[in-house]
């Protein structure tokens, strides 16, 4: 990964950072310390930027650097447990509105969901119902905390989804059973 800018600059508020080298705004970012929005500058930008405009920061970026780049591995949070691909469908709300959506990889402590509202924000309890299609004896529900929003480039309205990171708080016994098998037929 030697074309990544040796020395980032940090926006939070209007309280500039820095600099700091590539591997430690992963680690800020993994620890939540830096969000997507943050904006962010080094000498080949023209301008401060959301982290999330970043090809640098990039979702793909990160695959790359987790399977190839052992100097940049440390800097990034592993894993608890194992984590499998499932599409799994639910309804829920955050106190403050109503929203379906679908994890799309789930493990033992947690999701990656697309929600249906870009409204839900970091930091937010949310209760879901997961549903398990043809079989609503196995459906279970969850509660949940949002450690992370992934921003999109695209505009969004008020119905467009988004992919949040959540860490499982509570499972009734059945969800973690079913989460359990699913993780064993993998």
Excluded at 27 to 38: G, I, P, S, V
Excluded at 53 to 82: A, N
Excluded at 88 to 96: A, Y
Aim: aromatic share 12%; glycine share 6%.
């Amino acid at each position: 990964m030697n074309n990544v800018a040796k020395q980032w600059y940090v926006l939070i508020g209007s309280q500039k950072y820095g600099p700091y080298a590539y591997g430690k705004v992963i680690q800020m970012l993994q620890a939540n310390e830096l969000m997507d929005y943050n904006y962010v500058w080094a000498e080949h930008l023209e301008n401060w930027t959301p982290i999330y405009q970043l090809e640098e920061f990039s979702k793909d970026r990160f695959q790359l650097i987790l399977k190839s780049d052992e100097e940049l591995q440390p800097f990034f949070t592993q894993r608890k447990g194992s984590r499998i691909e499932k599409k799994v469908p639910f309804i829920g709300h955050n106190t403050i509105r109503f929203f379906d959506g679908e994890m799309m990889s789930i493990s033992e402590s947690g999701a990656l969901c697309m929600i249906n509202s870009p409204l839900a924000q970091v930091g937010d309890q949310l209760k879901l119902h997961v549903q398990i299609a043809g079989r609503p004896d196995l459906s279970f529900n969850v509660e949940a905390k949002i450690v992370r929003k992934l921003f999109a480039k695209k505009r969004l309205n008020s119905k467009s989804g988004l992919h949040y990171a959540i860490r499982f708080e509570d499972v009734q016994h059945t969800g973690l059973k079913q989460i359990k098998q699913w993780l064993e037929a993998a």
